[in-house]
Structures are given as C-alpha cells and as structure tokens.
C-alpha cells in the first residue's frame, strides 16, 4: 500500500479525500487524515477501509514527525502558514508535498534541499492558484508552439454563489474566508499593463474601475484589479506582453456598492474601535459620518457619498440592515473590518441549501502572420451541496491528482513547483474535464484596448 | 560669558540666533553656532563679536562632545531625527538641550538620567508644537482656575503664504518642507472627539471633511483633520472633553483640489515608477486614468472624478500645468508623491519677494454655573522677508527664549520637558507679544456641535 498523509479536514478537503479514497482500491492506497479535530477527520472518510483518522497538532513536532515518517507523500491542507514545519519534515524525512497555497519565500528557500533529495514539493495546484496556472499555460504553450506571439493576457477568479441560491441585491454571499472578501484589494496600489503602458489604481478607486466580462449562459459579470496583476508575468514568459491584467470577478453592480464601504472607512483593518462590543450597527456607521444632532445617519451618508434617492446601491445597504439601531456589534476591540464582517455575515452566510460556483475567465490576445487574434476561455463550476462545494472540487481534486501522479512517477521534476509545466497540467486538465471542471474556448476579434492597432 | 551652542543654521535659525545675539552684550552671552556648511552658519552671525561659527559633523564624536563640553547650554535645530546622539551627550556632558521638535520615544528615554542630573531637556518649544501647547494651556489654565469645566477644545495652524505673496489659484505656495505637504494625512485613519463620540476619517475622505474658520481682517480658512487629535488629550488635562479636534488650516477650496492627487493616488509614496525619468507630466497623470487610445487625458479625469467644465479646481490644475506633454518628471524611479513633489514645486515656490505667513486657531468651550461658554483666539504672523520669516520667527523666538530662560535659571523642572507649565508659557508669550507674535481672544456664543445641548 502506498501511504498518503493528507493534513488538515476543513472545508476543501472533501473532493480530495473522496477523489483519493475512490482510488484507493485499484490504486492500491492507504490514506490518514489528520486533524486537531478528530470528529472532522473521521466524517470525511466514513468506514472506508482504506483510511483511518488521527489526531495531529502539527505544532507538536514529535507526532508530526512520526505521522510523516510513516507516509509516502504528505497534503498539507493547512492555512498557508503552517506549511513551512510539514515541508521541512518531509525534505528531512525524504517525502514528497503537496499544497494548494501560494510559495512563501520560506518554502521557496526550500527549492534547493528538495532538488537535493529528488523531492517534488507542488503548491498553488487549487483553483486560484492552481486551475487558472493550468488552465492559462496549456493555451498560452498551444499558441506559442504554434508560432504565435502573445501580446495580451488577462485572467480572472470569483468564488460566488450558484445562480440558484443567488437570491440578495448583492448577488453574492461568503463561499469561502470572509475575511479576505471584506480586506480585497488593501496593502498597496494595484499595478498592471495595459497596451504597453504601466497603470495605477488606488484603494479608494479599485472598485469604481471595473470591466465587465460576459458568459454564455451565467450572463454578465465585473472585475476589478488584483494588486498583483505583473505576479506570474516572467513565470508564464510574458515578459513582452502588451496587456497583462488579472482580477477578482464578481456580479454586476456589487464593486459599486462595495465602494461605500471602503470610501467611509469601514474595511479598515488597521486600527481598534474602543467599545466596539456596545456600538449598535448603526453607531459603527455613524463614527464614519459627520456629527449632527438633528440630521439622519441615512441623510448624511447620502449626502456624503451624493447617493440619490432611487439608486439601487441604498437597496443594498437597507438589506444589510446596517441602520438597525437595535443590534449590537458584540466584539470586543473590533477593528472596522472585522465589525463590517460581523454585519455582513448576518446576510451572507450560506442557507443550508444554497451552492457556490467558481468562475474563470481568461482572455489570450496573440500576433500571427502580421494578424491579431484572441481567444477567449471560461470555466464555470458549480457546488452539489455544502460539502462538495465548487470550491472543494476545484481546490481538491487538483491537489489529489498531483498526489497520485507525484506517487505514480508521473510528476517527477523535483524541487519547489508550480503547476505550469506540460506534464502536469496535460493530465490533470484532462481528468478534470471528467469531473465537470472544464474550459470553454472560443475565438473572438482581437479586441484588447486599442482598436486602431487592429 | 554664558556660553551657547547652536547646532544647525538652517531655516529656523535666523530669528534666534538675531535674538540671542541682540541680547549677547546685556546677558552676557557668547554663541557658536555650528552647521556643516560653515558659511551658512557665519552669514547669520556676521561680523558679531560675541559669536562664531564652526564647523560641525554631528555624527562626529570626537568634534560634537568637544563642542558640547565647551557649552553651558545647547540649542539643537537639526532635523528630528539627528537630535538623539546630541541629546546623550548632554545627559553626559550635564548641559541643559532645547528643541522645537516632536518629543521621540529615544528622546523620553532619558527623561529618568535628565532628572538625576537636574538637566532641562526642553522640546517642543516652536511653533506647532510650541506656541500651539502654550497659548492654549494659558487659556485652559485660567478657565480651570475660573471654575470652568472644559468641554470643546479645537486648535488650528497653518503655515501659508501672506496675503501680499497670496497670488496663484490654490492660494497656497510651499513655505517648509514640500514632502510633508504632500504626504499629509497618510499613515492611518484620523480620529476626534465629537459632542462625545469618536469619528474616524479615512485618507481618502480627509480632504472632503473640512471645516471653514473665519480671522477678522484675513477672511476665511478651511481645516482638515490631523491624524493625532488625541495624542495631547491627558497632557493638556482633557480626558473628559466631549470634543476635541486638531486640524491644518488652509485657504477655502485647496482641500477639494487637492482631493483629486489624492482620489487619483498621485500622492503615494510607498512604492517607485520604474520608468519616471522620462514621463512627462501628461504621462504621469495618464499613469492614474483608463487607457484609451482616443480620449485625452483632459476627459479621462474630468469622467473619472466628474469634474464640471466650469468647476473652479479644474483651473487651479491647469495652473500647475499637469496636462504638458514636454514637460519631463526627470526623477529616477521616483514615487508619485515625488513626482507630485517636481510638479508642485514648479508653481508653489515662494518667489525672492513672497513673504510667508502662520496662521494658529483655538476654540474653547466651556461650562461653568450651568451655562456654557467659548472663547476663540486666534494669532496670524506675516514674515518680514525670506531670512525672517513667520516660520522662523515662530520656531526660532520660543527656542531663544527658553534657551535664555533655562540660563536664568527661570526654567528649573528637570526632565525631558514640552511647554505646559505656568514658569515656561507665562513669560515666553508675554515676550513674543513684543514681536508681534501675539493672539487675540474674544467671546463668543457657545457652538459646539449641537444646539439641542445649548
């Protein structure tokens, strides 16, 4: 039997766990989920035979060691952070990881050992990053081998709600860590390229700087900027690209109303409110607006923000109820982002029924023979309920199928990896497709931004 | 002969080292004024007999404990920053130290050694801070002594060009260091004391939430908030203040111009232009604005920030000519608060004839007897030329006078000191009244913020 370690049982580990356990007969595997909530571990795996539960903090160093000392190949599905003890266990201890998150400069110190030792440690291989790496590179490799010249990428992630549980103004609701959703787009000026020219948005303007993407058969969708749109720029050889552009999607007219927020103040994360716990909703907007001793919160947050009177973001903002002068924020020293959370969690937490969807949308614009194209491809993947959500899929299914090719000698180039290269992503696109995770390409006019280049 | 060490020439030095030196012959007085650039420093002596002029490194030990040694009292009016080894040496050396900066963590450290030793390390003794901490504990002083129970306590300065000199459409030329006009209010979130409730205003939003204060003969001006209107709550003795406001004062309708550097992010200085050497200043505005291969950059910001086309800002960027596509930025990988620095420095440098002017706003509210009352005083000071100038005369008088008043033995309270107390406010505003640095109070009804509490 070939062991496989996965730590941590939280939300997206249950495609992985089902993907693997599946397997585990005819490819003759044993797997251990681990966690410090062993009640977790043991709902995802059932009775299978081929898996068996433990408790692990991976904080305690003599029981992480014996756990991995005992397996073939280690998933760390971990926060990011606690990744870095498991990765430097399994170079000590000779086994290959695998994870869904970003390479930290810690990890990336790791690259050298791991060539050392003939050791694969894969990372950013969920959704984003990980399918939007794949997804990108085997059309960006197709067009370059077929001799064209890559002038414009553009790509963009949204975790939404499925559009038959999308029932609130925002069309949106919480599929994943809320916390980013509420602090997106803080920490530094988003940066990209667009037609050769390097541009700039501020906090205060990200959200009022949207494009709108359409998709065949889910209607219309916005983005704005990532800060990191030039992140992958060297990594996928787009060094002479024209247009580079990645973002975050979501449904028309949410960025809008989301500017209210950031505009009055109340996404910041950098200070503490003193007695936040007592403030009603309605006191948390009032310390954003001017005093007054006659005038309405609802009048000054009008003027203040000049929202007319039959504009639809005020329907947004009365669905949150954030004017309920009753309800209390109930934390302790908050900070505005995390009252903001706690309001926002009253309208957005997922009903027991509802299902989330992953949205990807991807743009290629290339030169070929002194023409332009473009080709265009989406994917939208959809939840079955709320343990085999679209995000579980597309984080899982990934992450367990680099596993099983790591254990059969399919992904063999060692050291510290990302998902970019043929022979990991040809195999694991494919097989994707099977499970409903797949791409819809067409061509279209070369649009870009410049129609007098055309 | 008293002997007085003066570190630096720079700017402030001039009113003084005037002072100092018209006071040498009664006082008995010698001075040695010591800069790194030895004529700046003998230009401001002259020929006087009574004073000399070295040459001074102060990151040099050997030359700076000599020169400290030497001296019965030592001046610092280096930047903030380099005040810190000089005020070690006097702890070591036992010399009293004056300043007119900011009190540092480093510099409170030694409050404990300065008062073993008996040493007057006195700070913050310019113009805000200075005149700004003693005018307005006069005033609190004598309401407390009265019997009245302060509730409002607001405080203004500006430092802007005198009326004479007031000719360009902002109504606003860079009297100090241009790079603090140009980061203000960055750093974090400001936050007051309204009728009892704390605010918060985010950067974006500083220059939206202004006030307007009217001086008799100087018309009207505008304030935006200071970060830190706390940060002198407990030392003026105000913890139970229901409103408490620090703010900058300019002259009505910079702030709502300035808005637009800072909506756009053309006030960053957290991250550099790879290629801003060679953008003019067109490309530098572009840089914040959609591409589009057809509109101008005229419409692109007009649009994005929905300026009308008889809006007064929009002439007041003209003026500064941010739409000349000649005009290069010449700045190696400069930030955009750099960038914004150049181009403002074209239009808002003082000409050899501009004069400069410092402008200071308090407001007191008070009750006593139930009824409630307020006084406001204000204090306007015009620069006689660009060596005497109203910041000079305003930084430089107070730190003459508590150097002199430290010798007299008239300053006596050991430690790291700022001006508060009776012994050092008293006597130094019934002097600076002689130079015309004086305030005018008057009664007026009591404002606050809310009527219904009158």
Chains 1, 2 share one sequence.
């Not at 410090?36 to 160093?61: C, M, T, Y």
């Not at 959704?127 to 794949?134: A, L, R």
């Amino acid at each position: 039997m070939r062991k496989i370690l996965v730590i941590g049982s939280g939300k997206s580990a249950s495609s992985l766990l089902k993907y693997l356990l599946d397997k585990s007969a005819s490819e003759n595997l044993f797997i251990t989920v681990s966690d410090l909530n062993l009640n977790a571990a043991k709902k995802l795996i059932g009775n299978h035979q081929n898996a068996k539960a433990i408790l692990l903090d991976v904080f305690d160093e003599t029981s992480r060691t014996e756990a991995i000392k005992n397996a073939d190949i280690v998933v760390s599905m971990l926060p990011a952070r606690f990744h870095i003890e498991v990765a430097k266990d399994c170079i000590l201890l000779g086994k290959h990881m695998v994870t869904a998150s970003y390479v930290s400069p810690e990890m990336q110190a790791l690259d050298e050992d791991a060539k050392t030792k003939g050791l694969v440690l894969m990372n950013e291989i969920g959704v984003d990053p990980g399918i939007d790496h794949m997804s990108a590179m085997q059309v960006l490799d197709r067009i370059r081998n077929n001799g064209g010249k890559i002038i414009l990428f553009e790509s963009f992630t949204g975790g939404l709600v499925a559009p038959e549980s999308d029932n609130n103004l925002w069309n949106y609701k919480f599929t994943w860590n809320p916390r980013n959703v509420v602090t997106a787009g803080q920490g530094g000026t988003a940066k990209f390229l667009q037609e050769g020219t390097y541009k700039y948005i501020p906090y205060n303007r990200l959200f009022r700087r949207t494009e709108f993407l359409d998709i065949d058969n889910y209607g219309r969708f916005e983005v704005y900027a990532n800060r990191d749109s030039l992140k992958y720029q060297s990594v996928y050889g787009l060094d002479n690209v024209k247009t580079l552009y990645r973002g975050t999607m979501r449904r028309v007219g949410f960025s809008r109303a989301w500017n209210i927020f950031v505009t009055l103040g109340m996404t910041d994360d950098s200070y503490t409110i003193d007695d936040s716990e007592n403030m009603s909703y309605r006191d948390f907007i009032n310390a954003f607006l001017t005093y007054s001793p006659f005038d309405s919160v609802e009048l000054k947050l009008r003027h203040a923000l000049k929202i007319d009177q039959d504009d639809i973001v005020w329907d947004k903002l009365i669905e949150l109820d954030i004017f309920n002068a009753e309800k209390k924020v109930g934390l302790k020293k908050a900070t505005p982002a995390q009252i903001l959370q706690k309001i926002l969690m009253d309208s957005w937490t997922l009903d027991t029924n509802d299902k989330d969807m992953i949205v990807m949308y991807h743009k290629f614009g290339y030169e070929k023979d002194g023409k332009k194209y473009q080709i265009d491809a989406n994917m939208v993947v959809l939840g079955e309920d709320q343990t085999y959500t679209a995000m579980a899929k597309t984080v899982g299914l990934p992450v367990a199928m680099a596993t099983l090719a790591i254990l059969n000698k399919k992904i063999t180039s060692p050291g510290v990896q990302i998902p970019i290269t043929k022979e990991v992503y040809e195999p694991i696109l494919k097989e994707l497709e099977t499970f409903g995770v797949s791409f819809h390409e067409k061509e279209v006019p070369y649009l870009g931004y410049n129609p007098l280049n055309n």
